[in-house]
């Protein structure tokens, strides 16, 4: 009947493992975007200033039409999920108001 959050503070066995599977996570979550973040930059800010013979090394980098293409297509899928939800919680919110009128 106890509560869980309770029973994991109270057993300091599970709480610190708990607190270390979020870290693990946590940093594999900040070095994966980390990553990320350095190969974009080089993808944008690098290679348009690559000289000719260097070629072999813009092999490791999509077009860069995709640079500014990617984000975009994330950010429009991104505002529509979150206009979907609050859309979705607003019909249901006023079906409940209908419902108690």
Request: charged share 20%; hydrophobic share 50%; glycine share 6%.
């Amino acid at each position: 009947d106890r509560d869980p959050r309770e029973a994991a503070l109270s057993e300091p066995q599970s709480f610190a493992r708990m607190l270390g599977s979020d870290r693990i996570l946590g940093g594999s979550l900040f070095a994966f975007s980390i990553v990320v973040f350095v190969y974009y930059s080089i993808w944008v800010l690098v290679t348009p200033f690559v000289e000719p013979g260097y070629e072999h090394f813009l092999r490791f980098f999509p077009p860069r039409w995709y640079a500014i293409a990617v984000p975009v297509a994330l950010l429009i899928v991104l505002f529509t999920a979150i206009s979907a939800f609050f859309g979705i919680m607003m019909i249901k919110n006023g079906k409940h108001k209908k419902k108690a009128a």
